[in-house]
């Protein structure tokens, strides 16, 4: 329950920034997040993915240009999730645009959410970003770098979400492992870097140790 409360308390917190104590907004907006987080299928992309990066926002914020852009897509960046599909971050991003523009947020400072969201496809700068983008994309990767249990527990939930796939899953799997690995860092800012790197590269080449081994199917 207190992940929920939270989650919702900081959400709520946000958006009445933007609005004129229109509760009826205000609920719906935050019925949505809840109800697409709360989805069956979700395993690991839940309110707990959304409750432990909001743990590194906090530690972030005050580094950031536009906090609240990247706390939108905090909240937005996962709002469509369907393990079949190519197009999520776009979905979300439609998503995202929509109830922003409600709020009567500027089109530019909406260009810079959904940039963020956009980025998560890929993981990848473009030429153009935002500042901020690194520091969210950091956000979102930081399970990578978490202690053993942790990691463990994540890599079966996200076995759990491609539940549709048998021996796919794992040839997949690897290359998205291998993809990250290649990577000449994982994570784009130095704070992000210096505490979770090592430990990233470490949880993951031991992941793709266990798949080739077949113990994680």
Known sequence: MKIHDECRQKFESLISKFTNTNQVLD????????????????????????????????????KLKDPEMVLFALYYH?????????????????????????????????????????????HRLGEAHHPDTKYFLDMDLSILGSDEEEYLEYTKNIRKEYSVYSDDYRKGRIQVLHHFIETVRLFQTDDFFDQYEMRSRHNLKTEVHNLLKSELI
């Open 27 to 62: 609920d719906s907006l935050w019925k949505e997040i809840e109800t697409r987080y709360s989805e069956p299928h979700r395993f690991y992309h839940n309110l707990n993915h959304i409750y432990q990066m909001l743990g590194e926002f906090d530690n972030t914020k005050m």
């Open 78 to 122: 996962d709002l469509v999730y369907d393990p079949k599909s190519k197009t999520n971050e776009e979905d979300s991003a439609k998503i995202a645009e929509e109830r922003l523009s409600e709020l009567g947020i500027a089109k530019d400072r909406v260009g810079i959410c959904l940039l963020h969201i956009l980025t998560t496809k890929s």
